[in-house]
């Protein structure tokens, strides 16, 4: 009920508070669905999208898989919280979380108008991400509240990258390049929800069920050993450049 609220009072914002396209512009493009799969395939044809892939898919998917389903067991099974503090602890990562993609945006924005470039940015949002990890792979459970917490905020860094890619296409296909991204994060990020688990269950449990503290730390240790891969594939393709010719805009019909 409350979300169905949300709903409606966004729906009214915009029919109240959007301005209406005025008629004198120029009128909307309509594309075909060759169009559309004519862009998909320019898209995909473009070096920099491989360049950029990889880390920002493998980052974003490694951060949701965790962050939507592991955070409470590793709370339980490693640091040793009960019901009522994990749940508490998870109450403070996703604050921080949404703090994070609050933060991290506007920041980049920020800085990338002093002349820093956004691609430098994020990449120092990500490398903090990584570090945040180490302790987690070790197990360390003094703190574990806020080494998480930094997990949550520095981990929605590679959400920024979405912007960095997406200027190296014209404006009409920014979208496209986005949700491309995003449904290569969330496969990817279910994907790595299941190989956790399979990787955690190769240890024993305990007497009470829980998991073994070194099935977490092999699992988190694979992901961590993904973006670095990743990360290095980003910097060892550093000479692709954006194609001369891009799939242009077609014109309003």
């Keep these: ?48 999208f491989y360049r950029y892939m990889p880390l920002v898919v493998v980052s974003q998917g490694s951060f949701l898989a965790a962050l939507t389903l592991w955070v409470g067991p590793w709370f339980r099974d490693v640091a040793g919280l009960e019901r009522e503090s994990v749940a508490t602890s998870l109450l403070i990562v996703a604050t921080t979380m949404t703090a994070g993609y609050l933060l991290t945006g506007a920041t980049a924005s920020r800085l990338n ?98 998991f073994d503290p070194q099935g977490y730390q092999a699992a988190f240790l694979f992901l961590l050993a993904l973006q670095g891969t990743a990360g290095f594939w980003y910097w060892g393709s550093g000479h692709f450049k954006p194609p001369v010719s891009m799939p242009q805009q077609p014109g309003p019909l």
């Excluded at 029919?15 to 209406?20: S, T």
């Excluded at 994060?185 to 190989?195: E, I």
């Design 1 to 48: 009920l409350g979300l169905a609220g949300v709903g409606v009072a966004a729906s009214a914002a915009i029919y109240f508070l959007v301005p209406e396209r005025p008629a004198d512009r120029t009128p909307l493009i309509k594309e075909t669905v060759g169009d559309q799969v004519r862009d998909i395939g320019g898209i995909l044809r473009t070096p920099i």
């Design 113 to 210: 108008r002093r002349g820093f470039k956004t691609e430098s940015i994020v990449l120092t949002g990500m490398l903090f991400f990584m570090a945040t990890q180490v302790p987690i792979i070790m197990c360390i459970q003094t703190g574990a509240v806020f080494i998480w917490a930094l997990f949550a905020f520095f981990g929605t860094s590679g959400s920024v990258m979405f912007a960095a890619l997406s200027q190296h296409f014209p404006g009409h296909l920014m979208g496209r390049v986005s949700t491309m991204m995003n449904l290569l994060v969330f496969l990817l990020a279910f994907s790595l929800q299941w190989t956790i688990g399979a990787i955690i269950n190769l240890f024993p449990t305990d007497a009470d069920g829980g």
